[in-house]
């Protein structure tokens, strides 16, 4: 389609801007412990650039070294011999007339005492969240000091060849405690009024401006609404941006969300595309500067509509340029359908924050690896490979295999690409999965993948193949416990009801609350019945992410669902089913009309065994839950490294 507004050149200054799309910050772990970017670094944000984006405004860049680390690998303009680093990088993207910004960032009470040594310093002596160090209060003396610190890694930017900077002064960082009626409880000049709350950073711009000049842009990243109570609303934060186009910045970022609430900037994915852009659309309405800001953003489709909209005058692309770096380039050339669009799932969330690794992607397995395979290496011949099966370790195993020159033939027994996907994708807000699954039947399409569908793969029918290579995605098999009664007519699993191949009704009982048990609870929740969720482990939900797990537990909770961890099923009953508390170490009786087990997978190994002794003078190997079970980031990455690998 033609995208009217999308590719129109913007200004941000006096700079000019190829199109209207701004990759957003989004931290990875890529630098190095010193606060250098590497060759992972430089590359992820080179093939960005390569990929369309108009503006790259960077994950943000430490301006202190001393009094404010939030995490450990995270870029800084604090000391000058970082200067040809960040040159290193800002060359890299201006090779393809591609624009770069540095957020300029300090963690205030955010900070870690683990990292620095140091109890954290803030505007005031109010702890960031109610689990973190209670901050010092700056002296006047401590906000001159990190003031100029500001000041200083502006310079040091502008040496390094950037393009602007940004000051973070959202998400509860300093800057934002500055802001913040909650957090800021001084008496003095920089507390209390709104042009004392404002202050901190007036005199940040000033100093960049007497450095620096007018020409060099100064962005302001603020939470357009922190959306949490006793904090700022989007009307104070409107008071701000006003005062802050006054002082002469030449655009705002608009976030949201606060330390309080991360999923107002960071969302899973039941929360929808434009859920949010009132408030953005607020901020263009009061504003004569640039508005950038995201909103969720999927596909170009969305993103120019926000644009005719007059939501922004930016799009902020974030999420969507980790899923797919060629979102731009493949709007641009009518190839809308091939784009990889983010799911949700917060995988490269729980790495950064919750693990502290750097950041994965579900749907896009180079993420961070481009440095390491920069693209897929042509086969020395063109040979024949078979691959099994076309969930999502197969279907990334078939396009990989594909992109280095082989012939793919990709056996798959039911009638539509996808595997496991067509049933996750059944829940309440998975249609993102679909959207997976068409992606890359579009992209299998376009490298000439032979598919096969409603076709069973037998030693036979692949050996006339005569393939160099067998990649068995075959999937796993549920786990089904040795138990009295498991076989009885009100005994079913997941699939049966996402798939609704039974309706229920009454009380039912899902053993097991992985992602998928409780998507499945939801759906019967839904539907009317009255569900308990059994887990053995102590904590329901476990290995789920807290973000998501906190998300579905709320919806769930909404329905008066009942949960039992630490319980163990020992049998399956008439009535109900009985099983051991392991807290108390007792036994209990419980009613249900019916009973699904949800207990995870085991792969199907037998069968890949099978395939391994027909050709042994071939190389076979099983993939995604095939070799071990996994997420869907397990599958498509085990998938694309073992293709990516193949005869090498």
């Known amino acids: 389609m033609e995208y009217k507004n999308l590719f129109k050149k913007g200004k941000i200054g006096r700079l000019e801007i190829k199109n209207r799309a701004v990759m957003t910050p989004m931290g990875t772990n890529f630098a190095d412990y010193n606060g250098m970017t590497t060759e992972r670094l430089i590359k992820y944000y080179a093939e960005r650039a390569r990929g369309g984006i108009g503006l790259i405004i960077n994950e943000f860049v430490g301006v202190d070294d001393v009094d404010s680390i939030t995490m450990v690998q995270t870029l800084r303009a604090s000391r000058h011999h970082q200067i040809a680093s960040l040159e290193r990088l800002t060359e890299a993207v201006h090779r393809y007339d591609c624009k770069i910004f540095a957020q300029l960032h300090h963690g205030g009470a955010l900070s870690k005492p683990a990292l620095t040594g140091k109890q954290p310093i803030s505007s005031s002596n109010v702890p960031a969240t109610p689990t973190s160090p209670v901050p010092l209060e700056m002296t006047k003396d401590d906000i001159k000091r990190v003031q100029q610190k500001f000041i200083d890694a502006a310079e040091r930017c502008f040496k390094a060849g950037y393009d602007g900077v940004e000051l973070h002064g959202a998400h509860s960082f300093l800057i934002a405690q500055f802001f913040s009626k909650y957090y800021n409880r001084r008496t003095d000049e920089y507390g209390g009024s709104l042009e004392n ?100 953003i999927k596909n170009p489709s969305y993103a120019d509509s926000l644009l005719e909209e007059g939501v922004c005058d930016f799009v902020g692309l974030g999420h969507s340029q980790f899923a797919d770096p060629e979102f731009m380039n493949k709007a641009k050339e009518g190839r809308e359908e091939e784009i990889r669009q983010c799911i949700g799932c917060m995988h490269c969330r729980e790495r950064l924050l919750a693990k502290d690794l750097p950041v994965e992607c579900s749907v896009n397995p180079r993420l961070g690896r481009e440095y390491l395979y920069p693209v897929p290496k042509k086969a020395d011949i063109c040979k024949r490979v078979v691959v099994v099966g076309g969930g999502p370790a197969g279907m990334e195993a078939a396009y990989v295999l594909a992109k280095r020159g082989f012939r793919v033939s990709l056996f798959e027994k039911g009638e539509r690409l996808g595997g496991t996907l067509n049933v996750a994708d059944k829940p309440k807000y998975k249609d993102c999965l679909d959207t997976f699954t068409k992606t890359m039947e579009a992209l299998l399409k376009k490298e ?194 073992k293709a990516y690998s193949f005869l090498d």
């Open 448 to 641: 000439c993948v032979q598919v096969l569908l409603n076709t069973t793969a037998t030693i036979e029918n692949v050996r006339e193949l005569s393939p160099a290579g067998i990649f068995l995605a075959v999937g796993a098999e549920n786990i089904i416990p040795p138990i009295k009664g498991v076989d009885s007519d009100n005994v079913y699993l997941p699939e049966d009801i996402l798939l609704n191949r039974v309706s229920l009704k009454g009380d039912v009982a899902v053993i097991g609350s992985g992602m998928t048990g409780l998507e499945t609870a939801e759906t019967l929740a839904e539907s009317g019945c009255r569900v308990k969720v059994v887990e053995m482990k102590p904590n329901i939900g476990p290995g789920l992410y807290a973000v998501v797990l906190n998300d579905i537990l709320g919806r769930l909770n909404k329905y008066n669902t009942e949960f039992y961890a630490s319980h163990r099923i020992l049998e399956i009953t008439d009535g109900g089913f009985l099983a051991e508390d392991m807290t108390e170490g007792v036994k209990k009786e419980f009613k249900a009309d019916h009973i699904v087990l949800s207990l995870g997978v085991s792969p199907r190994k037998g069968l890949v065994d099978e395939f391994k002794e027909a050709f042994n003078n071939v190389s076979v190997m099983g993939i995604g839950d095939a070799s071990k079970g996994g997420r869907i980031v397990d599958a498509t990455k085990d998938g694309f490294l």
């Open 197 to 296: 709350r404002t202050r901190f950073i007036s005199e940040i711009i000033d100093g960049i401006r007497e450095r620096l000049g007018s020409a060099f842009p100064i962005c302001v990243r603020i939470s357009g609404d922190e959306m949490t109570e006793n904090m700022m609303t989007l009307e104070d934060q409107l008071e701000i941006a006003k005062v802050l186009e006054k002082k002469g910045i030449d655009a705002i970022n608009i976030s949201n969300g606060s330390a309080l609430n991360g999923n107002a900037n960071c969302e899973p994915y039941s929360y929808k595309p434009g859920w949010k852009k009132h408030i953005a659309k607020a901020y263009k309405e009061a504003l004569s500067i640039p508005v950038i800001a995201t909103n969720t």
